[in-house]
């Protein structure tokens, strides 16, 4: 049947992954088009995500958002140019439920509701609006039946929400392709490898604090772009190096080297935040000790045991070669950063459980009863019990899928969120 009447609604769900650059994008040489000044690597989590629906109906009479279960505005250039994008490229489609057929052209004419969520906090510089537009552009493109002209295209139009948003459509280790042309059409995203080629790898997510930043990314780069000398250097002399040397060391699953350029990755990163004028600090005391508690590990065995990295805000994110370390880094971490004595252990520590069962950790009294680790031995140690909000466990994850109907955030008949 064709579109009549206005009493149906077509729905489509999706969830995308947060990722974490291991190969920092920091700056633009297009602000409207969202095109990086360097390229950069990154890493898909499978805990942190964002779930989407999307629905279309004849009866809508505006396209509306909800995110996080509050309306937003949907004025924003950059959902305005998603939306267009994925409209441009849709085609029929036949909806199997029902036989409804929604023609090619009529997609144009049809207002979009939207009701989004993150399962991690938002703009704390953990990456949710990278999910959440992958989220987006996925969705829809699903709904509509969008289909790419060339590989990765929808990629460059989750770009154009969020820079960062292409790699979390892939799993596993992603690169971002900076480009050269003038229209954005070959700066895309690509898989470098699926997640399980380096299985066991563990990532811990240390949340130093779940408030919103003061400086936007889009703000801080924009103002580390006109002032910051560093961060030319870094695009133009330093970073294309580090990707094939970073490349080439997920490849071999080599964590010596891998350990080596993520930390210092991050560490000029964060150099050319304070190079830039006004400086801007994401990270805090608690994000520095952080770091050295790696890095003092790391001296004391002669190699890197794990590895830091931290993006626009000062949460950690913490990686072990496999289980037996990880077990030792999240020891070392407890130990260092232990909860409130009144903690429920279980909020404390949360996402991959087999990960928390590796450190034997099950009550507060088992991490009262941990040892000081060896590096540590006959130094004064201050340990503030609840410094940190929570740590979250996971492993390299899968990019954007579709989810059942009963994942949906909207209510199938009528297409609002539910009462």
């Not at 909800?66 to 949907?74: A, D, Q, R, T, Y």
């Not at 590895?307 to 971490?333: E, M």
């Not at 955030?409 to 969120?417: E, I, N, V």
Request: glycine share 6%; charged share 20%.
């Amino acid at each position: 049947m064709g579109i009549e009447g206005n009493d149906w609604v077509l729905m489509k769900t999706a969830r995308a992954p947060s990722n974490i650059a291991v190969i920092k994008y920091w700056g633009k040489r297009d602000e409207n088009l969202i095109l990086p000044i360097n390229s950069s690597i990154s890493v898909t989590l499978d805990y942190l995500f964002a779930t989407t629906t999307v629905a279309v109906s004849p009866s809508f009479t505006s396209d509306r958002l909800w995110l996080n279960g509050k309306e937003v505005s949907m004025e924003s250039k950059r959902y305005k140019n998603c939306l267009q994008q994925i409209r441009s490229r849709a085609t029929d489609v036949v909806d199997e439920k029902t036989g409804l057929v929604v023609k090619k052209e009529s997609w144009k004419d049809l207002y979009v509701h939207v009701a989004s969520k993150n399962n991690f906090p938002t703009a704390a510089g953990l990456a949710s609006s990278a999910a959440g537009f992958a989220c987006l552009v996925y969705a829809l493109a699903h709904l509509m039946g969008a289909k790419e002209s060339y590989e990765g295209e929808f990629s460059t139009i989750a770009r154009l929400g969020s820079g960062s948003a292409c790699r979390s459509l892939y799993g596993g280790f992603v690169k971002w392709n900076m480009g050269k042309e003038d229209d954005g059409s070959d700066s895309i995203a690509t898989q470098i490898v699926k997640k399980d080629h380096w299985k066991d790898l563990v990532i811990i997510i240390a949340v130093v604090s779940s408030r919103q930043k003061e400086t936007s990314s889009t703000a801080g780069m924009q103002t580390s772009v006109k002032t910051s000398p560093l961060l030319q250097h870094r695009a133009q002399s330093v970073v294309p190096k580090r990707m094939v040397e970073m490349e080439e060391a997920i490849m071999k699953r080599d964590f010596a080297t891998f350990a080596k350029l993520t930390c210092a990755d991050s560490n000029q990163f964060h150099a050319t935040c304070l190079d830039t004028s006004p400086p801007i600090f994401y990270m805090n005391d608690t994000s520095r000790r952080l770091i050295g508690l790696v890095e003092k590990w790391n001296a004391s065995e002669g190699t890197p045991q794990a590895a830091y990295t931290f993006d626009a805000g000062p949460n950690a994110v913490l990686f072990a070669p496999d289980d037996k370390v990880a077990r030792s880094l999240l020891q070392r971490i407890l130990y260092l950063f232990p909860p409130a004595s009144d903690a429920d252990i279980s909020r404390y520590v949360v996402g991959d459980q087999s990960i928390m069962e590796l450190a034997g950790i099950k009550t507060i009294d088992d991490i009262e009863a941990l040892p000081t680790p060896s590096e540590w031995s006959g130094i004064d140690i201050p340990r503030t019990k609840g410094e940190l909000g929570y740590l979250i466990c996971s492993r390299p994850g899968q990019g954007a899928i579709v989810l059942e109907d009963s994942a949906a955030l909207l209510d199938d008949a009528t297409g609002f969120p539910g009462q």
